[in-house]
């Protein structure tokens, strides 16, 4: 009798609409099928529905044995890493679940069979004598991972008639498919079709797509043509049901002989003996995956990354912080930090307010800290989002050191710190060839004289180059006052600017003994940076400040009323 387990199919998850409507669709093929008892799918991340909706849909239906098969192609970090970290968190949820784990569907002849229909469809009646065949696979930091697509384009090519098959990667391993394409040209080819070696739409079959198109339209006389994935078929439902009822008999043989954590492989000799941890792999660059080199850090769960926001708007984090950012499944913001992008993240991150709104309600330090480390311990990818740059008055360390202390790993992307950002949004350089040589950034924080104040006003009134004040607003009179009595001229100028880079952006100018009574007088409110120094008369002229991609704004000079400006 057919032992009917529930199905758990797992995939790893896409930015692509198709890729998860073909998901789905093979969900439901299967299904149809009437096989097993039940069957769910869901993601580990990017796309719904999550993992821990399908658990949860088949525990709800009273089952607490299942077959736990990772939709894969090949066994590399996902399948011996990520999804296994997912299902054990799910175990955690739900005591009493059992699963058995299903082994990676290629390669297998049912997959060869496809991969050469579509390829046939895309010669479209030409013969394959003369074709060439471009297989290309993801790309995998595990050799033996990269070495299996190898394998797959040498079964590909034995006994079907092409010129020939070579294999290629969009990512993390060469040769890449410019260098395949190439390669082929050189040996004589005239046609080639490429081929994805993935199950279902994607950012990397799109990218596959657009690099054969590139390499194509620089080589006119060659013929290049881009085969389907393979895609939710009943030949793919035939080996899911496969892997379904090796995994029950116990049969979950991978290919490990040439394992990089198995085998010390030239230039992967520190994986030995080390476990398999869950990793990202770059499936996104746009929306957070994307190529991390040796030297970038990703997000695995468990740990905690330190990121800043930029000045304010949106569009001034980091490349690496929007990675991070969508990658994560905790966010923990700052007032200041760029709000907008919160309201972007992925279905179901969970976003916890750490208000942070000066003279009004705040989470403590200490209570963000234990945010952290207790969502982290979690499992969870977190991401603590700051404005501006956390080293810089940010308290970004306290958090890394407090992280750990408790033994949570941490990553710092460092942001665009508004010391310098909103002076030059409001045509300001807070350095000059010729008029400023040095810049102070200072926290007005504490006022001069403050016990607590370890800024040294009297040097300060001395130097001859920019001073930036960030969260001076309550203090900014006491330290022009403080300057003035010290030795700087009265006549300095000063730059107010609030809300720097947003629509509602606004600067003022004026002298350095008038800027407490404008900054009374105006109200002027957080986040407001000061800039003292003759830069701020390089800025004299409206006309030179730069245009940014936001209405045109006022500036306030007492002596000449307002001028409008850009920027």
Not at 110 to 122: C, P
Request: charged share 20%.
């Amino acid at each position: 009798m057919t032992d009917r387990t529930p199905l758990l199919i797992v995939g790893h998850g896409t930015r692509s609409a198709a890729g998860v409507a073909q998901f789905g669709a093979l969900v439901e093929r299967i299904r149809r099928r009437d096989a097993v008892a039940d069957v769910e799918g869901g993601f580990i991340e990017l796309s719904r529905p999550p993992l821990t909706d399908a658990v949860g849909a088949l525990v709800g239906r009273g089952h607490r044995s299942v077959v736990a098969l990772p939709l894969v192609l090949a066994a590399a970090g996902h399948g011996k890493g990520d999804i296994p970290a997912a299902l054990a968190r799910e175990r955690q949820r739900h005591p009493g679940l059992r699963y058995a784990y299903g082994r990676p569907l290629g390669p297998h002849p049912l997959l060869q069979e496809v991969l050469a229909r579509r390829i046939d469809a895309a010669l479209d009646g030409a013969d394959r004598t003369g074709t060439w065949v471009a297989l290309i696979g993801r790309g995998s930091t595990d050799p033996d991972a990269n070495a299996e697509v190898t394998k797959v384009a040498r079964l590909l090519w034995e006994g079907r008639g092409y010129a020939g098959v070579e294999p290629g990667f969009i990512s993390l391993a060469e040769p890449s498919v410019p260098a395949v394409l190439e390669r082929l040209r050189r040996l004589g080819a005239r046609r080639i079709v490429v081929a994805p070696y993935f199950l279902f739409a994607g950012v990397l079959p799109d990218r596959i797509v657009a690099q054969s198109r590139e390499f194509a339209a620089d080589h006119r006389g060659l013929d290049v043509r881009v085969a389907e994935v393979i895609g939710d078929c009943d030949d793919l439902a035939d080996l899911v049901l496969e892997r379904h009822a090796e995994a029950l008999r116990g049969d979950i043989r991978m290919n490990c002989d040439t394992c990089a954590y198995r085998v010390a492989l030239p230039g992967f000799a520190d994986k030995v003996g080390r476990p398999q941890t869950p990793h990202h792999h770059p499936d996104d660059p746009a929306d957070g995956h994307g190529h991390h080199h040796h030297d970038e850090p990703a997000l695995h769960p468990g740990q905690v990354a330190v990121v800043g926001g930029g000045p304010g708007p949106d569009d001034l984090i980091t490349v690496r912080g929007r990675a991070l950012l969508d990658a994560a499944d905790v966010v923990v913001a700052d007032r200041l930090a760029p709000t907008g992008l919160l309201r972007r993240l992925r279905p179901g991150v969970l976003v916890v307010d750490a208000a942070k709104v000066p003279r009004g309600p705040s989470m403590s330090q200490d209570a963000i800290n234990d945010t952290l480390i207790a969502h982290a311990r979690a499992g969870r990818r977190v991401v603590r989002l700051k404005g501006g740059d956390p080293y810089v008055f940010g308290r970004g360390h306290e958090e890394v050191l407090a992280c750990a202390a408790a033994g949570v790993e941490t990553v710092l992307v460092p942001g665009v710190s508004s010391a310098v950002a909103a002076p030059a949004l409001a045509g300001v350089p807070v350095t000059h060839r010729g008029v400023a040589h040095e810049v102070t950034v200072v926290s007005g924080h504490l006022p001069p004289g403050h016990p607590g104040s370890l800024v040294d006003w009297a040097a300060l009134a001395r130097a001859r180059g920019t001073l930036v004040l960030l969260m001076a607003v309550d203090t900014v009179g006491r330290i022009a006052a403080e300057l003035l009595a010290h030795g700087r001229a009265a006549e300095t100028p000063v730059l107010v600017v609030r809300d720097a880079g947003h629509p509602e952006q606004w600067t003022a100018r004026c002298r350095l003994d008038e800027v407490g009574a404008l900054a009374a007088r105006d109200e002027v409110r957080p986040p407001a940076v000061f800039v003292v120094g003759p830069v701020v008369a390089l800025a004299a002229d409206p006309a030179s400040a730069p245009a940014v991609a936001a209405p045109a704004h006022a500036v306030v000079d007492p002596a000449a009323g307002a001028v409008p400006a850009r920027g």
